[in-house]
């Protein structure tokens, strides 16, 4: 990645994660289910956190509560020198677009959209001039190896391809922390190792804090930190 793609890294403060007591409840009907329950967690700038734990443990609830894609039921949460605790919908709205880059398994792009327009989408709701949000989209996707790609649509994309292209979203507003839920889910090994390495390379060259919840031991060899859930809770 060229260094007018990606800015110098955020102060510490845009790229650290502290969780008090952070607690999930889904309410379905009279039942309640936990999400997660309890969890302490303190991520210091520029960590690459994998996140285990088996099926139902919490791992996508706490991606979804760091993300702002979701509210806590009980707890302090504080990610990117934000507080999440109680936030507005604004705050949630402006925490997102600015703070994190998300990266999921199904990739969730939009198909009408061409690779291009995915990848600018952030900067343009951010409110960024189109033609600087095109230099810098096309800078990533050049980096994420997609330059000849640029106007094709995902539907005409390969799985490895699209989660590129759910990177250089990730990426558009030069966020500190990634958080990346079962990236590699749908993808064959070869594909998968590639998203890694560039997760990797967002920790380790560009000082991104980037916490990938995971199935599989790809990462591993990468983490600095391990957390693993489980029923929802630490587990020791
Ligand atoms: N929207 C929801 N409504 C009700 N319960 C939910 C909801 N989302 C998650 N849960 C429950 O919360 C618990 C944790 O789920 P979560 O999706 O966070 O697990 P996970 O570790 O990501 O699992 P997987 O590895 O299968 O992705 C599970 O019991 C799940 O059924
Ligand atoms: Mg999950």
Redesign the pocket.
């Known amino acids: 990645m060229q260094t007018t793609t990606t800015s110098a890294a955020p102060p510490d403060s845009e790229r650290s994660i502290q969780a008090r007591d952070l607690t999930?409840i889904?309410?379905?009907g009279s039942v309640s289910?936990?999400?997660?329950e309890g969890v302490n967690l303190s991520v210091p700038a520029g960590q690459m956190v994998v996140l285990k734990?088996?099926?139902?443990?919490?791992?996508?609830?706490?991606?979804?509560l760091l993300a702002g894609l979701d509210r806590l039921t009980h707890g302090a949460l504080t990610v990117a020198g934000r507080d999440l605790s109680a936030p507005s919908d604004t705050e949630l709205t402006t925490f997102r677009r600015h703070a994190v880059g998300m990266v999921f398994?199904a990739f969730n792009l939009l198909p009408t959209l061409t690779v291009l327009e995915n990848a600018c989408l952030p900067a343009l709701l951010a409110g960024a001039n189109p033609d600087t949000a095109h230099t810098k989209a096309s800078d990533l996707l050049s980096w994420l190896g997609l330059n000849d790609r640029l106007d094709h649509r995902p539907s005409q994309l390969s799985g490895g391809e699209m989660q590129r292209t759910a990177i250089a979203r990730a990426l558009i507003n030069d966020p500190g922390i990634i958080l990346a839920?079962?990236p590699t889910g749908n993808l064959d090994s070869h594909n998968a190792r590639k998203v890694i390495a560039l997760l990797a390379d967002l920790n380790r060259e560009f000082d991104r804090t980037v916490v990938v919840?995971t199935?599989s031991d790809l990462v591993d060899p990468f983490a600095t930190m391990v957390l693993a859930?489980q029923d929802?809770r630490v587990a020791s």
């Open positions: 999930r889904y309410r379905v289910v936990t999400g997660i734990g088996e099926s139902g443990s919490g791992k996508s609830t706490l991606l979804s398994q839920d079962e919840a199935h859930l929802g």
